[in-house]
């Protein structure tokens, strides 16, 4: 008794210290997998977010400025690249091809690339020219990040938990039904609030090739818009875009659930020698998470490769016939629809245009006009 006191004391440094720390940990080691819920309830409300802790209502205006601010950010940085390439969706080729060779060592002709095509609209606008129309862009992503988040906080998601068991195919199929409907929602409106600035954006944008200043500011051209074409004119090229949304939604969450569902096997772990739950049961799942993680991301590049002419036909409606060059014959012809618009590219073979800005083969029916 005294050579357990003396090393008590020794590691402890005071016997009322040392008896209370021999005290306390064994009561809460044990407290935990009897009553669990004083510690596991309070976490799993901050981390939903809901209204039990103070501190989760007075971050949230912060945390949804500082996406904002992100968004815009990265929208300034793309910027050039969404200019180029709705100049090139428009068939705006003031370059003519070059002379060059594929893989096989066949000549073809190359239309100028990304990099070429924003040296040229350097040369005639400067670099302030690249960043055409940035300025109502930036207000259309904002208003749509501000709706998704309010949204959120009007609508809140119910709590979903990743089912990948395959006997839970069913419920796993359900909730992740029940997502993909809950993001369509909050994409859906969104997309519809945000739409009349993205019109306008567009607008501006194509005015280079006219070498036009109809549509200057925000203002002015909500008003110009609203004169001409009524209220219906801020949401041409809606429906495509809307569609276009769904069907990426659908088509990327369902093909990475199926595909995580029965090709990932959830026993795959990262140990060495293969533990067990017992032994390591921190890294059991961890590379069935990171390849669920990495499917996900393939799948939405594939969908949006094959949803990409919703795209085209949504851009090329908000500026068809609205009195820009961009939108009138030789480049366009005027169209009664959108289903006119894509009949008319699919028939030209050009439903893909404008989807890559680096090796951009001239087709043998582009309609492009020259120069």
């Given at each position: 008794?005294?050579?357990?006191?003396?090393?008590?004391?020794?590691?402890?440094?005071?016997?009322?210290?040392?008896?209370?720390?021999?005290?306390?940990?064994?009561?809460?080691?044990?407290?935990?997998?009897?009553?669990?819920?004083?510690?596991?309830?309070?976490?799993?409300?901050?981390?939903?977010?809901?209204?039990?802790?103070?501190?989760?209502?007075?971050?949230?205006?912060?945390?949804?400025?500082?996406?904002?601010?992100?968004?815009?950010?990265?929208?300034?940085?793309?910027?050039?690249?969404?200019?180029?390439?709705?100049?090139?969706?428009?068939?705006?080729?003031?370059?003519?091809?070059?002379?060059?060779?594929?893989?096989?060592?066949?000549?073809?002709?190359?239309?100028?690339?990304?990099?070429?095509?924003?040296?040229?609209?350097?040369?005639?606008?400067?670099?302030?020219?690249?960043?055409?129309g940035l300025s109502p862009r930036l207000m259309s992503n904002a208003l749509s990040t501000?709706?998704?988040?309010?949204?959120?906080?009007?609508?809140?998601?119910?709590?979903?938990?990743?089912?990948?068991?395959?006997?839970?195919?069913?419920?796993?199929?359900?909730?992740?039904?029940?997502?993909?409907?809950?993001?369509?929602?909050?994409?859906?409106?969104?997309?519809?609030?945000?739409?009349?600035?993205?019109?306008?954006?567009?607008?501006?944008?194509?005015?280079?090739?006219?070498?036009?200043?109809?549509?200057?500011?925000?203002?002015?051209?909500?008003?110009?818009?609203?004169?001409?074409?009524?209220?219906?004119?801020?949401?041409?090229?809606?429906?495509?875009?809307?569609?276009?949304?769904?069907?990426?939604?659908?088509?990327?969450?369902?093909?990475?659930?199926?595909?995580?569902?029965?090709?990932?096997?959830?026993?795959?772990?990262?140990?060495?020698?293969?533990?067990?739950?017992?032994?390591?049961?921190?890294?059991?799942?961890?590379?069935?998470?990171?390849?669920?993680?990495?499917?996900?991301?393939?799948?939405?590049?594939?969908?949006?490769?094959?949803?990409?002419?919703?795209?085209?036909?949504?851009?090329?409606?908000?500026?068809?016939?609205?009195?820009?060059?961009?939108?009138?014959?030789?480049?366009?012809?005027?169209?009664?629809?959108?289903?006119?618009?894509?009949?008319?590219?699919?028939?030209?073979?050009?439903?893909?245009?404008?989807?890559?800005?680096?090796?951009?083969?001239?087709?043998?029916?582009?309609?492009?006009?020259?120069?």
């Open positions: 008794m005294a050579g357990a006191g003396a090393g008590a004391g020794a590691r402890g440094g005071a016997p009322a210290g040392v008896e209370a720390r021999a005290r306390d940990p064994p009561p809460a080691h044990r407290a935990h997998p009897r009553h669990p819920r004083p510690a596991a309830q309070p976490s799993a409300r901050r981390m939903d977010g809901g209204a039990g802790g103070p501190g989760s209502g007075d971050n949230a205006p912060t945390t949804e400025a500082l996406f904002v601010a992100l968004g815009a950010g990265v929208t300034a940085l793309s910027h050039p690249l969404l200019y180029v390439k709705l100049l090139i969706q428009v068939g705006h080729e003031p370059m003519p091809p070059t002379l060059g060779t594929n893989v096989l060592g066949r000549k073809v002709l190359y239309l100028p690339s990304f990099f070429t095509y924003a040296k040229y609209i350097v040369q005639v606008d400067g670099k302030i020219g690249l960043f055409r501000v709706t998704r988040g309010s949204m959120k906080k009007v609508f809140p998601p119910d709590e979903m938990e990743q089912v990948s068991n395959k006997d839970d195919m069913k419920t796993s199929l359900k909730k992740v039904v029940k997502e993909t409907s809950y993001e369509m929602m909050m994409q859906c409106v969104s997309r519809m609030l945000a739409h009349p600035l993205h019109v306008i954006s567009m607008r501006c944008m194509v005015q280079f090739v006219g070498r036009e200043a109809k549509y200057s500011g925000v203002l002015s051209s909500i008003g110009k818009i609203f004169k001409e074409e009524g209220l219906l004119g801020f949401f041409v090229g809606l429906i495509p875009h809307l569609l276009g949304d769904v069907v990426f939604l659908w088509g990327c969450n369902l093909l990475a659930h199926f595909i995580n569902a029965y090709l990932v096997d959830d026993s795959v772990s990262d140990t060495p020698g293969g533990l067990g739950n017992d032994q390591n049961p921190g890294s059991q799942f961890s590379q069935a998470l990171a390849i669920r993680s990495y499917t996900k991301f393939v799948m939405g590049i594939a969908v949006s490769m094959l949803t990409y002419p919703f795209l085209l036909v949504g851009d090329l409606m908000a500026v068809n016939n609205c009195g820009l060059q961009a939108g009138l014959p030789p480049y366009s012809p005027v169209f009664k629809s959108w289903i006119h618009c894509w009949k008319y590219l699919s028939v030209q073979g050009q439903l893909f245009r404008g989807s890559s800005l680096l090796f951009r083969r001239v087709s043998s029916g582009s309609c492009f006009a020259l120069e």
